[in-house]
């Protein structure tokens, strides 16, 4: 019986993370219909600078790792070698010209308005789980104080 649970709840979870973005999608392009005229750019541009400053970050962590195991270079060179092509291939596609967008100029400019987009993006994802933890925690430990009774002998 716990295991026909587990797949309708498993098949529900399946379903509302399917219909509740669609729902929401469906209602934005009725209320907004040439909202998604940059969509295809907008991802193209945050793939690849997230790709690009997660492969740096990757870099660093297996740097560290590395070192611990006594041969720093092992890791570093191969996060290095993607980071490097991350960025090559950031600079390749902004420079074809169809991924620049808010009027920017040139690809620099793209590319820091990529990211600073993805550092606050970040950053708010950041504040937003420590204010849940925050109240997750203090809900668990707003708890009225156990009293103590003793049976008398």
Do not use: W
């Not at 290095?80 to 960025?87: A, E, H, K």
């Not at 925050?134 to 430990?141: E, P």
Request: aromatic letters at 10%; hydrophobic letters at 50%.
């Amino acid at each position: 019986m716990s295991e026909r649970t587990g797949m309708n709840t498993l098949r529900n979870l399946l379903l509302a993370s399917i219909v509740i973005p669609s729902t929401l999608l469906g209602l934005t392009y009725g209320l907004h219909p040439g909202i998604g005229d940059g969509t295809s750019i907008r991802f193209a541009n945050s793939m690849l600078t997230s790709f690009t400053m997660i492969s740096f970050l990757l870099l660093l962590t297996l740097f560290v790792y590395g070192d611990a195991r006594k041969r720093p270079l092992a890791p570093f060179l191969g996060m290095l070698l993607c980071g490097v092509f991350g960025t090559a291939l950031t600079l390749f596609f902004l420079s074809q010209g169809d991924l620049l967008m808010e009027d920017n100029g040139s690809v620099r400019a793209q590319a820091l308005s990529n990211v600073i987009r993805f550092s606050t993006t970040v950053i708010a994802c950041v504040v937003a789980a420590v204010i849940v933890f925050g109240m997750l925690f203090a809900s668990l430990m707003h708890t009225p104080p156990a009293r103590l009774e003793f049976e008398e002998e």
